[in-house]
């Protein structure tokens, strides 16, 4: 059975940073296309970072959303099967609950997803 378990999400102020962390059990996250998605009230859940599954030849892509680009890191620790969020300079419009999960994402793998909030 797979479990996502998201955290790190927390309140912060406009212009700072956090890591979110995602923990995977039941699933190598070294082999599937992985995502970052968020979903702020009274709006659909979006994709806003990928990372896709490394390859010999053409290593490890990353993806952003332009709003996050420049901004957001997403990245991958395949030792301890972890997923991380890096995320700086953050704005109000960054609030919203974060999750992980495949890309296209699967429905059974949802978690609780962590809440960042953005605000002064």
């Known amino acids: 059975q797979v479990q996502l378990v998201e955290s790190g999400g927390g309140l912060v102020q406009p212009g700072g940073s956090l890591r979110l962390s995602c923990a995977a059990s039941g699933l190598s996250l070294r082999a599937y296309f992985m995502g970052w998605y968020r979903q702020a009230p009274g709006q659909q859940r979006e994709l806003v970072a990928s990372?896709?599954?490394?390859?010999?030849?053409?290593?490890?892509?990353?993806n952003y959303v332009d709003s996050v680009k420049g901004r957001f890191t997403i990245s991958r620790d395949s030792g301890k099967n972890l997923l991380y969020l890096q995320m700086n300079s953050l704005k109000p419009e960054d609030t919203a609950v974060y999750y992980c999960?495949?890309?296209?994402?699967?429905?059974?793998?949802w978690g609780q997803g962590t809440q960042v909030t953005v605000s002064s």
């Open positions: 990372i896709t599954r490394g390859t010999i030849i053409r290593g490890t892509i990353t």
């Open positions: 999960n495949t890309v296209p994402s699967r429905e059974e793998y």
